[in-house]
């Protein structure tokens, strides 16, 4: 184990110092510190700290690789035949109800010609101009809201089976509430996938399809915001800072180093980026999907991974390990129109903040998006729609209603309500009604938030 | 049977008529007609044969008294211990996860004061005066978007807790997709509840406290749009007639004659209504609400209920018998500013619809929003999240799969892809890409429909 947390190379230069006693007990005390202050859930913005809690909770996720939930291929039966088959009594019993009743198999789907390289579309060279005509064409669909505040689309998505566990779609419904909160107070619209459009870019790459199309689409808009399924607003009052991203044009939590220098496979975080409508997000999907196409591209792409990223364990190909490679074999490409975003959470790894909530309770407010109050706390690995995840089941539901319950009471308290505890469904008042409403004021001033208010302007 | 189609009097003359052999048989033959007339779901725009229909239907739905499903009361035991319960092995099962684990319940709801009458809040009289002054000082929150756009807000929820049944969720989930699907394509805003804000107010009457506390938190919300949780968009192109209700407050789908005339408990639906945020409609939740409180009093107005409307069955008071009491009975003082529509189905009836979507595909086309291409269809007395619904739990399902996918389709075609079939989760394109996305039209003009485009305005 010592090996994995300080090298190879520590590892002998401890082993000659045990042969000095002192300096040994010295390095292993070090050691123990580092690991107890990592565990901790060190302070934000340390990279190495939050990497090793992140390393070590999170291998096992990607390796199952089924991350995201967006969609899957479908293997079912055809077993939907007549009604005469349920009893009277069974008939209308949910409880008995055996859902491949209805569920259908539509037949495999087409095989793709192998011969052909696989492509997201027909190359578009000139979406800038494309876009910048249809504006100027349709002024009743701005790509500005107001002064500083650009059009967004959210996108996230689900299986449109039901999920194999039972209480996985209670879970993705309210998360999907959770998003629906958010974006209302901050203007932005949402897009809830439930459709495969492209079979082999299944899984996690099933995004890359679903970005392009719904770019090229919609001119309109400015930024798209892909958040994925398991991930939720923690604060409802966190405004992303659009002005700090005027010259990027894809913003991920990441950090530099971990990309550039250590090509550490969770150097970034794919489950909640920013990109922007215009060719050069066009041409980066390009680049971005040709490891995505399912079985043997995607395998040997998965091996050639594993060994150029660090730490990143053996599964097939993930967009997020695509991302980090393709970052740091062309740098000079793309760099320079990529935000690593570690200033507040765009993503926030659950493992390190849900225990913290009450601490954030007591001593924050909303609004700051960091490891203070993080915008997004994201459960990679629970995975609750499927069989098995990589954590306790238990831990993972608990986390997600206190997550989801944190979020809420800052919507709930708009309206004068909070839960009774973090772990309660119930709600409790917590101010009173009167007879002149407009005069209370909630305490976030999330009620008409200013970045809500549309100021005329002559499109 | 006889006297129930027919009534009392009606028997006796038959009796008499047998006693003359031709008559019998005439009339005999003429009530074989209607029937079979009625059950091949009867031409729109007559009342009579939809009621029927209607009646026969969903005469259990009521009786069971769990319509809504937006919020139930928790009778939750707490199990919530520690972790080490788990073996190592089922503990990331979620197959083997027992949901009462982390089930929390935080004691009994205060007991109301018996000797206090229910109230919604504190009585407000100027509430137009109020919001009137909140606008011109608000610019930036006007309640019309565009010439003839009202700012609508449409409100809908479900219960906190998973639902009893391993399907209810998923359901709930699609229903909530394709909700955001309409409103993003309308320029709605969606609030989704999970929230039980008034333990007396609890099962469908859970609306008016909520309604009501949106509408005085929002002053910017010209009309509030109640949707129940299984009701459906189906015609996605179609834009509500807004200046159709210019001078009326509150909009639902009924027929005069069934409710000022007959008093017949589904002579209205409240399942999917408009809301204008006024005054009026302030005083109207007042008038509606005190048949509502949980245990006696909703019992005892179950019983006058029953009574006095026709055709309905024996159960607790609910809101939809309440308003259809309210509007018979004080005609005078609210008739005026109440639209009852059914020029297109703003509720759709789910058992008159469903069967017909092929039809509808063959013959017509989305735009039309009445029962050539209903609006809404409302899958009332299905009941998914529940144990028991009113109807084979198969055809529930198989309907609000082949009702999602019908809508669905029509947010499809805008990208080029639809489902393999009604019955299908998969989807197929059927629209190549090309190079030049923007000069690709949908069919339907949804991709950047007019109804959406912001005129640049004074505020």
Redesign the interface.
């Known amino acids: 184990m010592l090996d994995r947390c300080i090298g190879t190379h520590r590892v002998r230069q401890i082993q000659r110092a045990i042969r000095h006693g002192k300096i040994t007990l010295l390095c292993l005390f070090m050691t123990v510190v580092v690991l107890r202050g990592t565990i901790g859930a060190g302070k934000f913005g340390t990279p190495e700290q939050d990497f090793n809690d992140l390393r070590n909770h999170i291998y096992a996720s990607r390796k199952h690789a089924e991350p995201h939930r967006v969609l899957t291929e479908?293997n079912q039966s055809n077993n939907?035949k007549n009604?005469e088959a349920?009893s009277a009594g069974d008939?209308?019993?949910?409880?008995a109800?055996d859902?491949n009743?209805?569920l259908?198999d539509?037949g495999e789907?087409e095989k793709p010609d192998p011969n052909k390289p696989y492509s997201l579309?027909?190359?578009?060279?000139d979406w800038d101009e494309?876009?910048a005509?249809?504006s100027s064409e349709?002024?009743?669909?701005?790509n500005f809201i107001g002064a500083n505040k650009p059009r967004v689309l959210l996108v996230t998505g689900?299986s449109?089976?039901?999920?194999?566990?039972?209480?996985?779609?209670?879970y993705?419904?309210?998360s999907?509430?959770n998003k629906?909160?958010y974006c209302?107070l901050h203007g932005i619209?949402?897009?809830?996938n439930?459709?495969?459009?492209d079979a082999e870019m299944a899984g996690f790459w099933a995004k890359l399809p679903l970005i392009r199309?719904?770019l090229?689409?919609?001119?309109?808009i400015e930024f798209l915001w892909w958040m994925d399924s398991d991930a939720m607003f923690t604060d409802m009052a966190f405004e992303v800072p659009w002005e700090r991203y005027k010259d990027s044009n894809f913003v991920m939590h990441g950090w530099n180093e971990m990309v550039y220098d250590q090509k550490n496979w969770i150097g970034l975080n794919t489950g909640s980026f920013l990109l922007r409508n215009c060719q050069w997000s066009l041409d980066l999907l390009d680049a971005w999907s040709p490891m995505g196409p399912k079985g043997k591209i995607r395998d040997e792409a998965g091996k050639v991974l594993t060994r150029e990223l660090k730490n990143r364990p053996v599964f097939e190909a993930d967009d997020q390990s695509a991302m980090v490679y393709l970052l740091a074999t062309q740098r000079d490409k793309w760099g320079d129109k990529v935000y690593l975003e570690n200033a507040y959470y765009l993503h926030g790894y659950w493992g390190i903040l849900v225990d913290r909530y009450e601490e954030m309770i007591e001593n924050y407010h909303p609004g700051l998006g960091d490891h203070r109050w993080p915008l997004v706390t994201h459960f990679v690995g629970c995975k609750?729609c499927?069989?098995?995840?990589?954590?306790?089941?238990?831990?993972c539901?608990?986390q997600m209603?206190r997550a989801f319950n944190f979020g809420?009471n800052q919507i709930?308290q708009?309206?004068g309500?909070t839960h009774?505890?973090l772990?309660?469904?119930?709600?409790k008042r917590v101010r009173n009604?009167?007879?002149?409403?407009?005069e209370a004021k909630d305490e976030l001033g999330l009620?008409?938030p200013a970045f809500?208010?549309?100021?005329?302007?002559?499109?």
């Open positions: 479908s939907s009604d349920n008939a209308n019993n949910y409880a109800f859902i009743k209805i259908v539509e789907d579309g027909p190359k578009i060279s494309q876009r005509k249809w349709n002024p009743g669909f701005s689900s449109p089976k039901p999920c194999e566990n039972p209480i996985g779609d209670h993705l419904l309210k999907i509430k629906i909160d209302r619209e949402i897009f809830y439930m459709a495969l459009l199309k719904l090229i689409s919609h001119p309109e609750p499927g069989k098995f995840g990589d954590y306790s089941v238990e831990r539901l608990k209603d809420d709930l708009i309206y309500f009774k505890s772990a309660s469904r119930r709600v009604e009167t007879g002149n409403p407009l009620l008409h809500k208010a549309v100021k005329a302007s002559a499109s």
